[in-house]
């Protein structure tokens, strides 16, 4: 029987072999209000995902980002699944966009893979250990904060506004001082923390069952980085948005940086 960190890996690896075909075409778009959309390759990408998992898990629930919750109700374990994260880069034909799929076991996410359509790159975990798998090796994750390099995500929503808004990073000395920002507006950069490619990852906003989220947050805590919310609690637990360090030196850093933004505020 396939484990689930494999299907994991194996569902992403079907969603990425959609979004790699459906590039460049002319794509209809759906609009879900706000500015935001989603594309056909969104869903048929999601289509290739779900037709993997319920083929080899049919007890299981999904939730999927453009086709939401499925599955037997009340389900124990739950596949949380984005299948184009990065519409908007996609759409402009830029090729920075990630595959999640992760599973919940209750209270845990126990397996996951973000894959990268355009790198041939799968990042997954069997909930233990984290790996890249490239042209079916596998390599474990080793976080490095060596690059400095932080990414900072700046799309809504700002639940801790005013608080905390992550644009205000840019600008902070200390920030620019220390650490390198970039910003890929893709939870690809959330395992690139785990592989050593990013330093550090921030963002705003509530997380918890995150289909976006899930996947890099398992990842990096298999990896062994630093994850927490924006003011050092446990991540998932209301509005508190997201930490993710390489080292707890850097975590460090950036949650004092952080807290100087709130401080301001008050």
Known sequence: MTTDGELALTAAQ??????RAM????????????DDFATAADVEAEKAILDVLRGARPYDGVVGEESGRTGPHGAERVWLVDPLCGTLNYAARSMLVAVNVALR?????????????????????????????????????????????VDVNLDPPFPNAPDFR???LLADAGFAGRFRPRVVS??????????GRRAAYVTDGHL?????FA???????????????????????GAGGLVVAADRETHAALLEII????SRER
């Open 208 to 212: 918890r069952d995150s289909v976006h």
């Open 215 to 237: 996947a890099g947050i398992a990842l990096c805590r298999a990896a062994g980085c630093v994850v927490t919310g924006l003011h050092g609690q446990p991540p998932h637990t």
């Open 105 to 149: 076991a209750g209270s845990e996410v126990t397996a996951a893979a973000s894959a990268d359509p355009f790198a041939g790159e799968v990042f997954w975990t069997d909930g233990v250990d984290a790996y890249a798998r490239r042209d079916g090796e596998d390599q474990r994750l080793t976080p490095s904060s060596g690059s400095r390099l």
């Open 259 to 262: 807290g100087r933004q709130a």
């Open 186 to 195: 893709t939870t690809l950069a959330v395992a690139w923390v785990a592989a």
């Open 23 to 34: 590039y460049g075409t002319s794509l209809t778009r759906f609009d879900k209000g706000g």
């Open 166 to 168: 992550a644009a205000r």
């Open 14 to 19: 079907a969603g990425a072999a959609v979004v």
